[in-house]
């Protein structure tokens, strides 16, 4: 019962942040969930939960990923949620920075889907959703070149997967977040020093004086895994930062 039930739903990065949330909203609207993340002791925190089994999963690493992907069978929906954010502007973006958020951003996401599409075009029916964010060709956000530059791709690589099987039962949106509460963002206040200074700042560009929940995000993923006439979107959902 339930929207998405009978749905077999695979989220990545579940283990904290707008990922656990979403395989919560997910098992809540009915879907079977594999709730997958790089740490296991994050995971844990869902164990228990209804309808919801953990996975560890690197999607930097291509075996596993294929591996997992064969273990469980059938996927209906894929909500790529994997990503990090590195600092910086272009001058201070070092190669290696920018290949790690190619790799973790992007190409995870080219991982999963390729271990998924043949399946769900097989069976003529399938979701995929990508985590992106309003910091990508959306807007220029400062201090954030890497994650821009990749997240603009990840809109890219939903707008062409959408575009190359929509008459084939495939459906591949992105979500566009502002600032939202996780465990990462806490980590990126207190890593600038004076904590409460970061985070009026981070409030300060949301329009609505505050951030966004994780909740509320996965409220979007778990729409878009429904939303049967919605394909090739980037759906901003950021506190009227882009308005
Ligand atoms: P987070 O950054 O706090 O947590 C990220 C999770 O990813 C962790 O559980 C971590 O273990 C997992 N992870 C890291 N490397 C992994 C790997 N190789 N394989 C599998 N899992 C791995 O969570 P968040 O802030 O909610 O961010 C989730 C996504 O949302 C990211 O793609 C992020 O860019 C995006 N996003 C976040 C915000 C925000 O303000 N929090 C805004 C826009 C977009």
């Known amino acids: 019962t339930g929207k998405l039930g009978g749905k077999v739903v695979v989220v990545t990065a579940a283990g904290q942040g707008i990922g656990r949330a979403s395989a919560l909203a997910y098992a809540e609207a009915g879907a079977q969930v594999w709730a997958t993340d790089i740490n296991e002791e994050a995971l844990a925190t869902l164990t228990g939960s209804a309808n919801i ?28 949620c994997a990503g990090v954010v590195h600092g910086g502007s272009v001058l201070e973006m070092s190669d290696k920075d920018l290949d790690f958020a190619f790799d973790l951003n ?10 998924v599409l043949p399946g769900m075009l097989e069976r003529g029916d399938g979701t995929i959703i990508n985590m992106a964010s309003i910091a990508s060709s959306s807007k220029g956000v400062p ?17 062409a997967i959408a575009a190359d099987y929509v008459t084939r039962g495939i459906r591949c949106n992105a979500i566009c977040p502002g600032t939202v509460e996780s465990p990462s963002l806490e980590q990126r206040m207190r ?15 949301q329009p609505m004086g505050r951030l966004g929940s994780p909740e509320e995000i996965a409220e979007l993923a778990v729409y878009l895994a429904g939303a049967t006439y919605t394909t090739g979107q980037a759906v901003g959902i950021d506190g009227g930062w882009s308005i």
């Open 143 to 159: 201090n954030r070149c890497a994650y821009g530059t990749t997240k603009a791709a990840v809109i890219g690589l939903t707008k």
């Open 53 to 80: 089994e953990t996975a560890k999963l690197d999607v930097l690493d291509s075996t596993s990923v294929t591996a997992f992907f064969e273990r469980i069978g059938a996927v209906n929906v894929l909500f790529n």
């Open 191 to 205: 890593a600038q020093g004076n904590y409460e200074e970061a985070r009026a700042a981070f409030i300060a560009r």
């Open 106 to 115: 992007v190409r995870a996401m080219v991982r999963t889907i390729k271990a």
